[in-house]
């Protein structure tokens, strides 16, 4: 590109990171709400910015996760996937890009996909606990419950206060003990678990009865 394109280019990013700004959903911060009419139509005009950088500059790996990320607010699930894999197809080398891979594929029920890469991005960054919990609950929504608990067990040892950890690790637990097959997004487990939870609720005392 020449200086001009350049500098066009980077206004564009400038401009559509402007108006996403805490306004697309980050690991470990709050979940946002639907947007409102008005600001649906400014991230929609955000993510025309990002395209206008990307007819310029085909590589810009980040402008596609930005895009997933804009798909990811609007819940347009699939369509977040398909950009963030493109993202990682461009740079490999982001354990980020691979984790919001991996949760799109297992809220939309790809388990095969959201095993692939949480397997990478716990690769990736294997300091990372949260990342091998990740993986952990992966295998979980594929029925790999064998390669489950072996994942959530190293998460634990790597760092035994992590909370997607130990939130994850008495599902597991549940369906070894059990033997019952998990549901295969992550949306229908955490329905399932909050039924058996319910279902444990003793009646005589109001309490919860300890998992399985």
């Not at 369509?79 to 461009?90: D, N």
Request: charged share 20%; glycine share 4%.
């Amino acid at each position: 590109m020449n200086d001009n394109l350049i500098a066009e280019h980077n206004r564009l990013f400038k401009e559509a990171s402007t108006i996403i700004h805490d306004q697309i959903p980050l690991h470990g911060q709050p979940e946002l709400p639907s947007p409102n009419w008005l600001l649906a139509q400014k991230l929609r005009h955000a993510v025309a910015l990002y395209k206008r950088v990307l007819d310029m500059n085909p590589a810009n790996w980040s402008a596609m996760w930005l895009i997933g990320k804009v798909h990811q607010r609007f819940r347009e699930l699939p369509e977040a996937l398909t950009w963030f894999e493109r993202s990682h197809q461009t740079n490999p080398s982001q354990p980020d890009v691979v984790r919001e891979a991996s949760i799109c594929a297992m809220e939309i029920g790809s388990t095969e996909k959201a095993i692939e890469y949480s397997l990478c991005a716990a690769q990736l960054k294997p300091s990372d606990a949260g990342l091998r919990a990740n993986l952990a609950l992966a295998y979980l929504l594929a029925g790999r419950i064998t390669e489950a608990q072996k994942s959530i067990n190293e998460a634990l040892a790597a760092e035994p206060a992590d909370k997607i950890s130990q939130a994850i690790e008495p599902m597991i637990a549940h369906f070894v003990a059990n033997g019952r097959v998990p549901p295969t997004t992550t949306q229908a487990l955490l329905k399932y678990w909050e039924w058996e939870r319910r279902a444990r609720l003793t009646p005589q005392t109001g309490q919860i009865g300890g998992l399985v």
